[in-house]
């Protein structure tokens, strides 16, 4: 989907499987209220006027087709975030129109992480912030097996579903 800029926050170094035209920057320490956090200073950093969207890496069935509409330029007037609520409770995706890390940090820091409740506390956050948050539809992350075998059906087409598919059918895997 088009983008001024693609940034990958990442402990470690990125290998063959990333795509040209991204940028890498080393994950911050802390938890993952903090990491989310500096993600989005970091954006604000590299581009103080452009809108910032976070999603996680545990949503491999996702598409662009899935974003193009909602975060298109004439979907973006009155709307100060985008909020992608995840099954388990939680959330694939964050963005805010006008990322600054002050902002990133009173709506983040001290959420309770992967929890049921992770997205209701993060949704309380924006609503006490005064942002008109757009609702992304819900989709499943993976977190565990039964999430893997599930995306994977939801979007057998592509490499995460055939990966799978060929642990499973490895001689000895237990299916």
Known sequence: MPAGRRLLVLEGEPGGWLPP??????????????????????????????????????????????????????????????????????????GLARPTGRLARRLLLDVPMSTPDTGRALLDRLSAAGLTVHHLDRATDVDTILDARRVAAEAPQTAFAACLRSIDAAPGTAG
Do not use: I, K, N
Request: glycine share 10%; hydrophobic share 55%.
């Open 21 to 94: 035209g991204w940028e890498v920057v080393p994950q911050c320490a802390g938890g993952l209220d903090e990491r989310l956090a500096a993600a989005f200073a970091h954006a604000a950093r590299v581009a103080p006027r452009a809108p910032a969207l976070l999603v996680g890496m545990d949503t491999p069935q996702l598409d662009a087709a899935a974003l193009a509409e909602p975060l298109s330029a004439a979907r973006r007037p009155g709307v100060d975030a985008w909020y992608g609520p995840a099954a388990d409770g939680g959330f694939w995706a964050l």
